[in-house]
T-cell receptor, first 110, second 112 residues
Framework: DAKTTQPTSMDCAEGRAANLPCNHS???????VYWYRQIHSQGPQYIIH???NNETNEMASLIITEDRKSSTLILPHATLRDTAVYYC???????????FGTGTSLTVIP | DGGITQSPKYLFRKEGQNVTLSCEQN?????MYWYRQDPGQGLRLIYY???????QKGDIAEGYSVSREKKESFPLTVTSAQKNPTAFYLC???????????FGPGTRLLVL
C-alpha cells in the first residue's frame, strides 16, 4: 500500500550534503512522515520524523513542504557509513504498521 | 545497555520442520512487531502485539505463529505450513502502539 514515491538510487560525494526527496501527495492532515535507513543485512535504523514543521536531530534534517505533499531528508556531511537504503514512510499515529517500500539506495562516493 | 536482540543471526530449516525465532527487548516497550523482508523488497508485517497476552495478525500471517507471555519477549514460529520461509526476519518494538518503532538486527532464515 505504497503512499510514498522515492528515487531508486542516488550518489553523493563524501563530505557533501545528501538530499533525499520523497513525494507523498496523498498524505492526510494527521499523518506523520518518518525516515529510516537500512544498511545491508541489518535492521532498519530510525532517523527522524515530523508532521508539519521542519525537524533536526543529530543525524539529519527533515524539510517538509508547506502543502506537505513532499519532503526532503538532508544528511549534512555524508560519510561512507551513510551508504544505505533510505525509506520514507507516512503513517497515522494510530497506524499498526510502517509501510516500507523499496526506498532510495544512497551510495556515498569517496 | 537497552535494545532489541534477535537470535540466532542465521537459522537453517529442513523441509517440514518448525523453527522459532527469538526476539527480546529491555526497553520496557509495550508493543512488539514481526516483519519479513525478501531480497530487494520492503518490509511486510507478519504479526504485532500491543500488550502482553494479546497479538494480532498482520498482512502475511499465514504459516506463522507468535506468543506474548512476557513483556520482554515476542517469539515467532515459522511452521511447516509456510511454503516459502526463506527471508530476513525483523523484530521491532515501540513504547506503545502509536510511537516510533525500533528494530532488532534481524534473523536470516534459510531452507535446506
Amino acid at each position: 500500500d505504497a503512499k510514498t514515491t522515492q528515487p531508486t538510487s542516488m550518489d553523493c560525494a563524501e563530505g557533501r550534503a545528501a538530499n533525499l526527496p520523497c513525494n507523498h501527495s496523498t498524505i492526510s492532515g494527521n499523518e506523520y512522515v518518518y525516515w529510516y535507513r537500512q544498511i545491508h543485512s541489518q535492521g532498519p535504523q530510525y532517523i527522524i520524523h515530523g508532521l508539519k514543521n521542519n525537524e533536526t536531530n543529530e543525524m539529519a534534517s527533515l524539510i517538509i513542504t508547506e502543502d506537505r505533499k513532499s519532503s526532503t531528508l538532508i544528511l549534512p556531511h555524508a560519510t561512507l557509513r551513510d551508504t544505505a537504503v533510505y525509506y520514507c514512510i507516512v503513517r497515522l499515529p494510530s497506524g499498526n504498521q510502517f509501510y516500507f517500500g523499496t526506498g532510495t539506495s544512497l551510495t556515498v562516493i569517496p | 545497555d537497552g535494545g532489541i536482540t534477535q537470535s540466532p543471526k542465521y537459522l537453517f530449516r529442513k523441509e517440514g520442520q518448525n523453527v522459532t525465532l527469538s526476539c527480546e527487548q529491555n526497553l520496557n516497550h509495550d508493543a512488539m512487531y514481526w516483519y519479513r523482508q525478501d531480497p530487494g523488497q520492503g518490509l511486510r508485517l507478519i504479526y504485532y502485539s500491543q500488550i502482553v497476552n494479546d497479538f494480532q495478525k498482520g498482512d502475511i500471517a499465514e504459516g506463522y505463529s507468535v506468543s506474548r507471555e512476557k513483556k520482554e519477549s515476542f517469539p515467532l514460529t515459522v511452521t511447516s505450513a509456510q511454503k516459502n520461509p526463506t527471508a530476513f526476519y525483523l523484530c521491532a518494538s515501540s513504547l506503545d502502539f502509536e510511537e516510533t518503532q525500533y528494530f532488532g538486527p534481524g534473523t536470516r532464515l534459510l531452507v535446506l
